[in-house]
């Protein structure tokens, strides 16, 4: 069984900070993107930010617009694993975080998600 598991998150006031990693565990062979979702009570669930390997071997990083320049992910895919760096926190941050990979096992790709982590912002 391979499944990616969050920790992190939690409560912060507004303008602070928190941190959120993800790993990947069980018998895996990698991935070649993970990402970052968040989904707020009523809302529908929305990308937050994005790490994915260039076929040149490289990686590149996409982040939604409202998070640009205050949130930063990063992650080492050979071993499935996930961080996200939110500084600047605003209430409207407030949301489950959900970790969301393609990770290769079991002969080829297949997209996992994770449980979710709350993260709160008061103001």
């Known amino acids: 069984q391979v499944e990616l598991v969050e920790s992190g998150g939690g409560l912060a006031q507004s303008g602070g900070s928190l941190s959120l990693s993800c790993e990947g565990r069980?018998?895996?062979?990698?991935?070649?993107?993970m990402r970052w979702y968040r989904q707020a009570l009523g809302r529908e669930r929305e990308l937050v930010a994005e790490?994915?390997?260039?076929?040149?071997?490289?990686?590149?990083?996409q982040y939604a617009d409202d998070v640009k320049g205050r949130f930063f992910v990063s992650g080492d895919m050979s071993k499935t694993i996930l961080n996200l760096q939110m500084n600047y926190l605003r209430p409207e941050d407030t949301a489950t975080y959900f970790c969301?990979?393609?990770?290769?096992?079991?002969?080829?790709?297949?997209?996992?998600w994770g449980q979710g982590t709350q993260v709160t912002v008061s103001s």
């Open positions: 969301n990979g393609d990770v290769y096992y079991s002969g080829r790709y297949r997209t996992l």
């Open positions: 069980g018998s895996r062979s990698g991935a070649y993107g």
């Open positions: 790490i994915s390997l260039t076929p040149t071997g490289g990686s590149r990083t």
